[in-house]
């Protein structure tokens, strides 16, 4: 049995190191122009972004969009989702600090329909007050990431080159505590093993993905999907959206260092709140698939470390022989975070924690609390 469960881990690993995609190799990166430069054309861009109660982060994130060296047309339309602090106050200090006050549009948001969820509700009120102008491409990004000056005109250039409907970017996030060494990086390893880049970028391949907090969107491809009503009730609403947008044209989805988390996940609660917040949305609700997934992570992550530890002969060098694997295919996205190659052999206690936020999130759901964005329990009642 011991044998069987080793030979089965290390198949799982030498199949997800050759047949995913070369997911784990995080080459799917963006390459940005030289600051101040410029596409062979610029066409005209509104960044929309949503916030709510972002006091501590809002002024940072609006001088990196108003900061921009991007040659063409860009506005910015922000909307104060019924914050309880400062955070339209402070987007409007932080243009007329850089002598862009014209250039930047803060909105109130309307009260939450039935059956939207927050964000995108202050999205779609966004790209709503975007459009008055008829921008060529709406980038959509978050109150709490930081760009620096060459992002857009690099998002423009992809998506002019590749005549793309979406370019997203996944911005860096922070490592700088250890609970985010230990568990930051592994969110994009897991959520690149879900959505391999590369396939994600074939226009081929129906499986599409997006990161939320940095998408330049067509806005002719937007309109045809159905815009953001269509994607209303989402919990992973960036890769709903990249779905209908890659039934529109091809889609590019990169890892980038260019755009920067301003969010700090000091604590190991902190991170594993973020990720029950959509966790068993990806699952689609189905106590099957959630059974599934901890069987799953017990054979790829917690079996290899297990029999490496307490077995005997064969199985305990296949054991070792999975586990070494494992912590090769977390190697490049290491380097990517710029962390020792060690954390690598801490996949399996990652596997295990990622497990509880995954449970954590179906028992949310089940009671009433899923989703949670902002103070909102976003996870709709029909969908659990």
Avoid at 126 to 139: D, K, M, R, T
Avoid at 171 to 182: C, N
Avoid at 219 to 226: I, K, P, Q, T
Wanted: aromatic residues 8%; hydrophobic residues 50%.
């Amino acid at each position: 049995m011991s044998i069987a469960l080793g030979l089965l881990a290390v198949t799982a690993w030498l199949y997800l190191l050759l047949g995913r995609g070369g997911f784990w190799l995080a080459s799917e990166r963006d390459v940005e122009p030289p600051p101040g430069a410029a596409p062979g054309r610029c066409p005209s861009v509104v960044a929309v972004v949503p916030a709510r109660n972002e006091a501590d982060v809002i002024e940072t994130a609006i001088g990196g969009l108003l900061g921009q060296s991007y040659a063409g047309g860009l506005r910015v339309v922000v909307v104060d989702d019924a914050s309880a602090d400062e955070t339209g106050a402070l987007a409007r200090a932080a243009a007329e600090r850089l002598g862009a006050g014209e250039r930047l549009t803060v909105i109130e948001g309307r009260p939450l329909p039935a059956g939207w969820t927050g964000k995108l509700w202050a999205v779609s009120q966004g790209v709503e007050a975007a459009s008055a102008s008829a921008p060529e491409y709406l980038w959509l990004t978050d109150a709490d990431i930081a760009h620096q000056p060459g992002v857009l005109g690099g998002l423009v250039s992809r998506a002019e080159d590749g005549r793309l409907a979406l370019v997203s970017r996944m911005a860096r996030l922070q490592t700088g505590a250890w609970p985010e060494k230990l568990l930051i990086p592994a969110f994009v390893f897991f959520f690149d093993m879900l959505f391999p880049f590369a396939w994600v970028n074939e226009p081929g391949r129906r499986i599409a993905a997006a990161a939320g907090g940095c998408m330049l969107v067509r806005r002719d491809a937007l309109v045809a999907s159905g815009g953001i009503a269509a994607i209303r009730g989402e919990i992973i609403d960036d890769c709903a959206l990249a779905a209908r947008l890659k039934a529109q044209g091809p889609i590019r989805l990169e890892l980038t260092r260019s755009s920067t988390s301003l969010r700090p996940y000091r604590s190991l609660g902190e991170i594993g709140r973020m990720v029950s917040r959509s966790a068993y949305a990806q699952l689609r609700y189905s106590p099957w698939l959630l059974a599934g997934t901890v069987l799953g992570m017990a054979l790829i992550y917690v079996a290899p470390a297990a029999l490496a530890a307490v077995g005997s002969g064969p199985a305990r060098w296949l054991g070792v022989a999975a586990w070494a694997l494992m912590a090769i295919a977390y190697q490049p996205m290491l380097r990517y975070f710029r962390l020792s190659a060690l954390w690598g052999l801490a996949l399996p206690l990652i596997g295990v924690l990622y497990t509880v936020f995954t449970l954590q999130s179906a028992i949310q759901v089940w009671r009433g609390k899923g989703g949670m964005w902002k103070g909102r329990a976003q996870a709709l009642a029909t969908q659990a």
